[in-house]
């Protein structure tokens, strides 16, 4: 078993319109590849080396392209490093599936050696909130800042209704499902960007994802003892679950957390509700690290 393309011209396809996206970042970056148990992961990095770390991850289906409103405002503060995550739509080749919270912890540590990574901020929107929290859990030791975006499952069981428009679009493939879907999520009710949007329907129609890991809620046990100064950031018109009960869950799990609700935002708040997303995220990186107590 390997790759997640149907032929090889499907890839290029697809890997053509990801060129296209990352002409939305208006950064030049640097395309790494870094060898895991699973696969060649793909990362691009952004900035100034010379900064301190912040690695990405993304929505699932959404690809690294995805933070395309964010990273240029972001590089004021890091260098800024964003995984394709392995066997989801984008450019890393998987070799085999992750299956679990355990593949998906290690293959992340693999990814933060290869790139020697010792301590980093890490941020997450959506299924890349749940893994990012899932590694942090597992190796605090490695997390200076750790940021949430509507992180998928978690602190939440999903609604029923996130299966019934994502499924549909993965299974059928047609512009009328993806577009529907991608709609549920908005807060605006606007479509995506139409350069990204041409990636998002190549990666539907032409690839099959290999990431079996299923998001769910973190057992509080846990969070015994977790002290890496956390941002959840939450639209307050979140779908997939009840926004003020997840956020609630949230402080009760880790107490000085950061959690907002951002007003008029839905799943899709990272790229619609940019400005305040990235302000926020940016007052958090200003704060000093390991400091939930004093919170």
Same mark, same amino acid.
């Given at each position: ?6 032929s090889?011209? =499907? +890839?290029? %396809? ?5 060129? !296209?996206?990352?002409?939305?970042? +208006?950064a ?13 992961t ?46 989801? /739509? ?19 540590? +693999? ?22 929290? !899932? ?35 993965l ?24 350069? /990204? ?12 994802p ?11 046990? +846990? /969070? &015994? ?11 307050? &018109? ?10 609630? =869950? ?34 958090f ?7 939930? %107590?004093?919170?």
């Open positions: 078993m390997a790759g997640i393309f149907k090889t011209e =499907n +890839e290029q %396809e697809y890997l053509r319109c990801y060129s !296209n996206s990352l002409a939305l970042f +208006e030049d970056c640097t395309s790494l590849t870094v060898p895991t148990s699973w696969g060649e793909r990362v691009l990095r952004f900035g100034d080396t010379g900064k301190p770390p912040l690695v990405l991850l993304h929505g699932m289906t959404m690809s690294s392209t995805m933070w395309y409103p964010n990273v240029k405002h972001w590089l004021k503060e890091r260098c800024v490093y964003t995984v394709d995550v392995m066997g989801d /739509f984008g450019r890393s080749q998987p070799d085999r599936a992750v299956k679990s919270r355990q593949d998906a912890r290690q293959w992340l540590l +693999e990814v933060m050696d290869g790139l020697r990574l010792d301590s980093t901020d890490l941020a997450g929107h959506s299924m890349g909130g749940f893994l990012a929290l !899932n590694f942090a859990l597992a190796h605090p030791e490695r997390i200076s800042r750790l940021m949430l975006y509507a992180p998928a499952g978690t602190f939440h069981k999903i609604s029923f209704k996130f299966f019934a428009k994502i499924y549909p679009a299974l059928f493939h047609t512009e009328k499902w993806i577009d529907r879907a991608f709609a549920w999520f908005s807060g605006k009710g606007e479509p995506l960007h139409p350069v /990204f949007r041409a990636q998002v329907l190549a990666g539907y129609r032409y690839a099959k290999l990431l079996q890991v299923m998001p769910s809620v973190f057992p509080k046990e +846990e /969070f &015994k003892d977790f002290q890496v100064a956390t941002l959840l950031l939450v639209g307050d &018109k979140e779908v997939i679950y009840p926004a003020g009960k997840a956020v609630e =869950n949230a402080r009760s799990l880790i107490p000085g957390i950061e959690a907002r609700l951002i007003p008029g935002a839905s799943h899709s708040l990272t790229i619609e509700h940019a400005d305040i997303v990235n302000q926020l995220t940016l007052d990186l200003k704060t000093a690290p390991r400091t939930m %107590e004093a919170r």
